[in-house]
């Protein structure tokens, strides 16, 4: 496992990014679509849509852009507001059908529209057509400017996961190829997207969007919806295929295939975005904030195919972090929001300690890559600036496909998955009596951690990375939870400029640490990138 940490001065399209963040914060649609519906005799099936995306991707990209009248563009965030989708119209609600769904209006930032189909049991491909009447305009001024077949910017799933009576909202589908989804009694918290393509490169990030979905009629005992879509991008066209199954962990089985119009520099595969603001390792910065932390998720979580399980806290840092964790066939990845302590956040609103998280279980062999973590300066919690995803080390030539397989687990995250060892539980940094040095202090818990009576002789396995030296450490048990804290300094390395009074800038200092006992390993890995 190799871990590095760059440390960027420059920022290029940083600035795109919290935009699209944020505009998906709110749940945004810039969605296009065109097309005629597909009728297969024997069904529709995700070979249709495989087939359709390599066809797209013979065929110059074609911008979405103009299909919404500006207009409907220029309008306000509460003249956009208050054009409310009828629950009444829900699709599939007079038939009693376990899901029901509803659409996203275009307008403001939804500058592009989504063609649906429904694919009956039968196999026949029907559209679901755009109407006026299946929303209300609670402003005169807005509806004028709708045209009769403008077209739906997303939609969202319905179905009741808390009561049998009453369909929840499930997940999402709106904005570029962003989507969400929650679990029993979850709020909303981190999305996904369907892929990432050059990500906070100087070149610019290019965002894919779903043009085209095909959404199977459940049967009337179902416990699970299939979907297909149909991605699009100046780079990449893909078809995809999504199992959603809604419970007390939703899970969504994807399988995608990709074909490339033209080379792309990196390329991210089930790529995820949350916010962490700040939280109890922010020791650099002052929170004037009654809130002891604001985050959506604290953690990436890795598990490698040797059978280690890494945890990386997140950090809100001073410039662009990005981190490279080399992991071939990875057995699993995540962004993880461990803490649901409301204590720890004191927002009755914000809830974030009812925060899901999001664990990705590849299926079959990914091949040599690695998972990189994004982490952009914010100084609002209103802006996603995590990014986390697995980039492969070889693409395809342009036209021969590219798939994947994986499941998602939209989970508490203090429940499973979770390392089979002793996990972190907190982070926390401070400075020291020697002048310039860092002390971090890092609690461990876990049942067969936990159960070690005080005497035993565990040890802390700390490695330094370049820029700092380590000094000492301390290992014992907390008496109040339970678990052990490892507690130990480093002593980062003198960086001047030739006038002697101004730092010169400084890299991230890499360090890793675990418990063990004798040769036993106890816990995870915790890996940190410290910012001096």
């Not at 119209?89 to 592009?112: A, I, N, V």
């Not at 009453?166 to 969400?180: I, K, N």
């Not at 066939?329 to 302590?341: A, H």
């Not at 690695?370 to 995803?389: C, G, S, W």
């Amino acid at each position: 496992m190799i871990s590095r940490t760059k440390k960027l001065f420059m920022r290029p399209c940083t600035g795109a990014l919290l935009i699209l963040s944020l505009l998906c914060l709110f749940a945004f649609g810039e969605c296009a679509a065109q097309g005629e519906a597909i009728a297969a005799k024997a069904g529709f099936s995700f070979q249709n849509a495989v087939q359709e995306a390599k066809k797209l991707s013979e065929k110059p990209y074609k911008s979405p852009k103009g299909e919404v009248p500006d207009a409907l563009l220029a309008i306000n965030y509460d003249q956009w507001r208050d054009i409310r989708f009828k629950p009444d119209k829900s699709f599939w609600r007079k038939e009693g059908f376990p899901f029901t769904l509803q659409f996203f209006h275009p307008g403001l930032y939804y500058d592009r529209t989504v063609d649906f189909f429904s694919i009956t049991p039968k196999g026949d491909v029907k559209p679901i057509p755009f109407s006026k009447d299946l929303f209300t305009y609670r402003r005169e001024e807005v509806e004028p400017l709708v045209p009769d077949t403008l077209g739906f910017a997303g939609f969202r799933i319905h179905h009741p996961i808390n009561k049998p009576d009453y369909h929840d909202e499930v997940a999402v589908f709106v904005g570029a190829s962003y989507f969400r989804a929650v679990g029993q009694h979850m709020n909303y918290g981190l999305s996904a997207r369907g892929l990432a393509i050059d990500t906070v490169l100087p070149s610019g990030e290019e965002f894919p969007y779903f043009k085209k979905f095909w959404i199977e009629e459940p049967k009337p005992d179902a416990k699970d919806i299939s979907l297909y879509a149909l991605l699009d991008s100046p780079s990449v066209a893909g078809a995809y295929h999504f199992v959603i199954r809604p419970g007390k962990e939703t899970l969504i089985d994807v399988e995608l295939t990709l074909f490339l119009r033209k080379p792309v520099l990196k390329l991210g595969i089930a790529p995820m975005t949350s916010m962490f603001h700040h939280g109890e390792n922010s020791y650099a910065k002052v929170m004037d904030d009654f809130r002891p932390e604001i985050h959506d998720s604290d953690g990436l979580m890795i598990a490698t195919a040797s059978g280690e399980w890494i945890w990386r806290p997140l950090v809100n840092p001073k410039t662009l972090f990005v981190n490279s964790f080399q992991v071939n066939n990875p057995v699993g990845f995540g962004l993880s929001q461990r803490d649901l302590d409301f204590d720890h956040y004191q927002d009755l609103e914000s809830n974030y300690e009812n925060r899901p998280s999001l664990w990705i279980s590849p299926v079959g062999n990914w091949g040599e890559g690695r998972v990189e973590l994004i982490q952009i300066p914010t100084d609002k919690e209103i802006y996603d600036n995590i990014v986390a995803f697995f980039v492969p080390s070889k693409l395809p030539e342009q036209g021969q496909p590219l798939s994947f397989a994986y499941r998602m687990v939209w989970h508490y995250g203090t429940e499973s998955p979770r390392p089979p060892a002793g996990k972190v539980v907190a982070t926390r940094a401070a400075r020291t009596k020697v002048e310039g040095a860092r002390k971090f202090i890092i609690d461990f818990a876990g049942p067969q951690l936990d159960s070690l009576p005080a005497d035993q002789p565990v040890e802390g396995v700390v490695t330094v990375g370049s820029g700092a030296r380590f000094m000492e450490q301390q290992v014992y048990k907390n008496r109040f939870t339970g678990g052990w804290r490892l507690v130990f300094q480093i002593l980062p390395d003198e960086a001047l400029s030739a006038d002697q009074n101004r730092p010169q800038a400084k890299d991230p200092v890499e360090l890793r640490a675990f418990l063990k006992l004798g040769d036993h390993i106890l816990t995870e890995t915790w890996s940190y990138a410290y910012e001096p």
